[in-house]
Structures are given as C-alpha cells and as structure tokens.
C-alpha cells in the first residue's frame, strides 16, 4: 500500500483566496483524521471521520474551516477565505480501529503558507 | 491546562547517551498510550505502544507507563544521531479508540 497520500504537499497562497486540501486514506481504514502543526500549538487535531461520518469537528477553529468526506478513499479539507494565520503544515491520517496500539498512520503532510 | 502535558525540551545529548522523554496525563481513563517520532519535514510515526500499566521493550527503546501517577516514559538507550527527530506521545481511552491525544512533542538532537 502506498500509505496516506496528500495533496498538494505545498501550497502558497494569498489571504482571502480559498485553499483545499487533499487526502487519500489507506484502503481499509475506517477512521480519518485531519490535523494542524505549528511550533507554537503543536499537533491539533481539526475533525475526525469513522466511515465517512464526521464524529467530532469540535477542533475546527472557525467557520472558515470545512471538511468532506464523500467516500472511503478520499477526504477534503476547506479553508475560505484563508488568513495569515492559517499558515502550518496539515496532516491527514487513517487508522483502523482493530489496529493494533491505535496506530495512526499519517501522511507526509501539506505545507501552506498564506500571504 | 492541557490534557497531554510533555516536556518540551529541546533536548541536546551525546552519541551514546541515555535519553528520557516524559509525559503526564489529566484525563484517568486513558489506557493506551503510544510514542510517535517525526523526523523533520514528515509525519509522525508509530513508534511504540502500550496498553494499560508497564513497560515494553523494543531493542533500544523501553515504554513505561505508571497510571497511579498518571506519568509515562520514553527511553531510549545508546542514543544514535539517527534517533534526531521530535517524539510524541499520544493517549486514547478504551470508549473512544478512534482518537488520540497528543502531546506537544520533545525535540531531540543526538550529537555524533
């Protein structure tokens, strides 16, 4: 399996345009997870899906932030209109819940920067 | 407060060193308790994971976990430049598997 595939795996743009991310999770996996990385907060996580039902999107920070998961093999992340302050690196990750440990299983990553 | 508090370091050690990262936990009903390492520009990686109280061991690597004091430990013995990266830990409970709590990681440099 190639593993949890993003896109793009960097993105800069300018503040007010709309940015959409892309994930592609393991074949299989019936969770997904989207997160935000920053020096200064670390590893937050946004919203997270079980077969393609968003079960807690308590971590979005604001309206601004939208997610979608249509299917099991892809999932989208939403920023409109983006802010300077958006900019981090944004994980996605997949996990089965039989897994052994929890195991998350993250992505490379997409690194945006807003203007 | 946080949920998930972690030293924050940087943490600096010689090749050879034997390196401690540490978390402590709020929340009692956590029972999983997992180490993810990110090297720089990736996302993290499973490292390792133990369920409820005790240590686990993996070559160079020894989890420990002491839920009475809600503490848990990462060790990482004869330290190699290769071990440079950023640790995380997580938790999870047994209700709610699917998501885990992460720690805000230690980043740690091994010095050849």
């Known amino acids: 399996d190639a593993g949890v595939i993003q896109s793009p795996r960097h993105e800069v743009t300018e503040m007010g345009q709309e940015v959409t991310l892309r994930c592609k999770p393991i074949s299989g996996h019936d969770y997904l997870f989207w997160y935000r990385q920053t020096m200064m907060r670390g590893l937050e996580l946004l919203i997270y899906f079980n077969n393609n039902v968003p079960i807690d999107d308590s971590g979005m920070p604001e309206d601004r932030f939208s997610a979608k998961m249509p299917n099991a093999s892809f999932s989208t992340l939403k920023i409109q209109p983006s802010e300077p302050r958006d900019s981090a690196v944004y994980f996605c990750?997949?996990?089965?819940?039989?897994?052994?440990?929890?195991?998350?299983?993250f992505g490379p990553g997409t690194r945006l920067t807003v203007l | 407060q946080k949920e998930v508090e972690q030293d924050p370091g940087p943490l600096s050690v010689p090749e050879g060193a034997i390196v401690s990262l540490n978390c402590t936990y709020s929340n009692s009903a956590f029972q999983y308790f997992m180490w993810y390492r990110q090297y720089s520009r990736k996302g993290p990686e499973l490292l390792m994971y133990t369920y409820s109280s005790g240590n686990k061991e993996d070559g160079r690597f020894t989890a420990q976990v002491d839920k009475s004091s809600k503490y848990i430990s990462l060790f990482i013995r004869d330290s190699q430049p290769s071990d440079s990266a950023t640790y995380l830990c997580?938790?999870?409970?047994?209700?709610?598997?699917?998501?885990?709590?992460f720690g805000d990681g230690t980043t740690l440099t091994v010095k050849p």
């Open positions: 990750a997949s996990s089965l819940l039989q897994g052994a440990g929890n195991e998350q299983f």
């Open positions: 997580a938790m999870s409970t047994n209700t709610n598997a699917g998501k885990s709590t």
